[in-house]
C-alpha cells in the first residue's frame, strides 16, 4: 500500500503538469499579445476547449508568478534571464513543492528533474529530427537548382521554381524566402532565412546569395554543394547503419531470446525432467 500511495504521489504532480503545460505556454503566448483573457473555455466557447475563462484568467495571473520563482533561481545561478527557462525552472520548483507537501521530500527531487528534463529531450529530440530531413533532402534540392540554373533560369526564376518541387522542410523555407521577396526584400536578403535550417544548407545558402548579390555563376558551385551534400548524406546513412546493431540489442535480449528459450529450451527441460521422473 505505500508503495501505491508512493506512485501516486509521484504520478499525480507530473499529470497536473502535463495537463497545465499547453496552457501555461499559451497563457503566456497570450499575454505577450496583451490578451490575458483569450483563454479556450468548456462546451467549444474558445479555440481548444481546454479550460474555463476563469481558470485561464487564474492561470495568467499565476504566470508571472511562476515565471519570477524561476527567474530568481537562474539569477542564483549565474544564468542569464530566459522566458521560457524561466518559465520551466518555475513549473519544476512548483513541483518539488506539490511533490514534498503531498508524498515526501525524497520524491520532489526526482519529480523536478523529470519535469525539468522531458521539455529538453522533446526539444533535442525535434532538434535532430529536423536535421536530418534537412541533410536527407539537401542533395535533391541542389540537383534541382543545378536543373533550373542548366535551363537557364535566373536566379529569381530558379528560387521560385524550386520551392514547387523541393522536398521538405527546405520547401517552407524557400517559399518563405519568396515571400519576403514579394513584400520587397531583396532576394540575398530573403535567402537569409536558409540559415535557420543549420550548417548543412549554409554552402547553398552562400552559393544563393553569391548569385543573387554580386552575379557570381553558380553552376560550379552548385557542383561542389551537390557533391559534399552527398558525401554528408552517406556520412550520415553509414552512421545510422553502424548504429542499428547497437539498437536491436534491446529486442533481441528482452523479446527474441526469451520467445527462442520458452518455445525451444523450456519444452526440452520439461520432457527431460518427466523423463527422469519416470
Known amino acids: 500500500m505505500s508503495t501505491l500511495a508512493l506512485l501516486a504521489g509521484v504520478l499525480a504532480p507530473l499529470a497536473v503538469v502535463a495537463g497545465l503545460a499547453p496552457s501555461l505556454g499559451l497563457a503566456r503566448r497570450e499575454l505577450r499579445r496583451g490578451r490575458p483573457g483569450a483563454f479556450p473555455g468548456r462546451g467549444g466557447s474558445g479555440r481548444h476547449g481546454l479550460v474555463s475563462p476563469r481558470v485561464g484568467r487564474s492561470w495568467a495571473a499565476a504566470l508571472p508568478l511562476v515565471e519570477g520563482v524561476g527567474r530568481r533561481v537562474r539569477r542564483l545561478a549565474g544564468r ?39 521539455p529538453s529531450m522533446r526539444a533535442r529530440s525535434r532538434r535532430l529530427a529536423q536535421e536530418r530531413a534537412v541533410r536527407t533532402a539537401l542533395p535533391d534540392t541542389v540537383d534541382l537548382f543545378r536543373l533550373a540554373v542548366g535551363a537557364g533560369l535566373s536566379v529569381h526564376q530558379a528560387v521560385d521554381a524550386v520551392a514547387a518541387h523541393a522536398p521538405a522542410p527546405i520547401d517552407a523555407t524557400l517559399a518563405e524566402a519568396r515571400r519576403r ?13 536558409l540559415d535557420q535550417l543549420g550548417d548543412p544548407v549554409g554552402p547553398l545558402a552562400a552559393a544563393l546569395r553569391g548569385a543573387a548579390r554580386y552575379g557570381s555563376p553558380l553552376g560550379s558551385a552548385l557542383e561542389r554543394v551537390a557533391a559534399d551534400a552527398r558525401v554528408l548524406r552517406r556520412r550520415r546513412a553509414e552512421e545510422d547503419a553502424r548504429r542499428l546493431p547497437v539498437q536491436l540489442l534491446f529486442p533481441l535480449v528482452l523479446c527474441v531470446l526469451p520467445a527462442f528459450g520458452l518455445l525451444a529450451v523450456v519444452p526440452l527441460l520439461l520432457a527431460s525432467l518427466h523423463s527422469l521422473q519416470l
Do not use: F, K
Open 181 to 193: 521577396v514579394e513584400l520587397g526584400d531583396r532576394l540575398g536578403d530573403a535567402l537569409d532565412v
Open 80 to 118: 542569464p534571464g530566459d522566458a521560457p527557462g524561466d518559465l520551466r525552472i518555475g513549473t519544476a520548483v512548483l513541483v518539488a513543492l506539490v511533490s514534498a507537501a503531498l508524498v515526501s521530500p525524497v520524491v520532489a527531487v526526482p519529480a523536478a528533474a523529470v519535469v525539468w528534463a522531458v
